[in-house]
């Protein structure tokens, strides 16, 4: 499958479970803009057969190069980027939950979820637009794993799927930085990201960011309860070239570690 496929995939993907994600879209094209992806992310579990190792051939065939690894402590979480030498081709950026890290309760509930999976589930590109690939869990399982790790709550909610779409700031024309889209998108009740601050990173990061809060669903556990859950978010990025007149094209640790915060319950 080429980049330009595998995105439309996604992207349909995307709009059914975070509409905000195609209003946000038009109201940058009625404003003139055309919109020019910087990223997509995925998050999955690790120790299985859809962890980083299992899914990264996949995106190695499309043309992607492993650009760098990043680690999140506290979330428990490590991740891995790549870039495409097609410049319009967005980045991609997979997380993966160290699930052994986790208490033995969660590592329970997380350990069935795991076990549900195909061994050879990884089978090409279709995979980033599965969703479960696994019977739901209890809600009662979901708000334990939500009380320690709202990633693992989210992942065992939506499955594998991309997380979120995110604008490349530097494709716009006349919307002028990151201050101008967040004011857009606040007149228009859009829910910003507030952790560490609605503007994540500054120009000598190299990386600027910002991002909508989740939508939200209603779903139904397998104990016949349902619960309001996160699903997707739109991200707006910066970026900025370094001395060497080369435009960044890796990731900034601390910006992405308040962006995993989008898909907290609010
Ligand atoms: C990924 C968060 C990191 C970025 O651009 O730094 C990220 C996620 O929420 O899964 O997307
Ligand atoms: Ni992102």
Same mark, same amino acid.
């Given at each position: ?8 995939? !996604?992207? /349909? ?10 209003? =946000? ?5 009625? !404003? ?30 499309? @043309?992607?190069? !492993? /650009? ?25 950026? =997979? ?24 061994? @050879? ?15 739901? =869990? ?21 499955? $594998? ?7 490349? $700031? ?14 857009? !998108? ?19 990061? $190299? $990386? =600027? ?14 104990c016949g309860q349902t619960r309001t859950v996160p699903t997707c978010f739109y ?9 060497? @007149?080369?435009l960044f094209d890796g990731f900034i640790a601390s910006n992405a570690d308040k ?8």
């Amino acid at each position: 499958m080429n980049y330009k496929t595998f995105f439309e995939m !996604l992207w /349909q993907d995307y709009i059914k479970i975070a509409p905000q994600a195609m209003r =946000v879209h038009d109201l940058f094209t009625h !404003l003139g803009e055309t919109v020019i992806n910087d990223h997509v992310a995925f998050r999955t579990f690790s120790d299985c057969s859809i962890d980083l190792d299992h899914l990264q051939p996949v995106i190695l065939a499309m @043309g992607y190069t !492993l /650009q760098d690894h990043y680690t999140f402590e506290q979330k428990k979480l490590v991740a891995r980027s790549y870039s495409h030498p097609d410049e319009e081709a967005p980045r991609i950026f =997979v997380s993966e939950l160290l699930r052994h890290r986790l208490s033995e309760e969660s590592q329970r509930i997380l350990e069935s979820v795991v076990a549900q999976i195909d061994p @050879g589930a990884v089978d090409g590109p279709e995979i980033f637009a599965h969703g479960l690939l696994w019977n739901p =869990v209890t809600a009662t399982d979901y708000d334990t794993l939500s009380a320690e790790s709202e990633y693992a709550a989210w992942l065992v909610s939506m499955g $594998l799927r991309v997380n979120h779409f995110t604008v490349s $700031l530097n494709h716009l024309r006349s919307l002028k930085g990151m201050q101008q889209v967040i004011d857009l !998108l606040q007149q228009h009740q859009f829910p910003i990201n507030q952790a560490g601050g609605a503007i994540k990173g500054v120009p000598a990061d $190299l $990386l =600027v960011q910002s991002s909508t809060m989740a939508d939200q669903t209603e779903m139904t556990f397998s104990c016949g309860q349902t619960r309001t859950v996160p699903t997707c978010f739109y991200e707006f990025a910066m970026r900025y070239k370094n001395a060497g @007149g080369e435009l960044f094209d890796g990731f900034i640790a601390s910006n992405a570690d308040k962006i995993f915060e989008s898909t907290h319950r609010t």
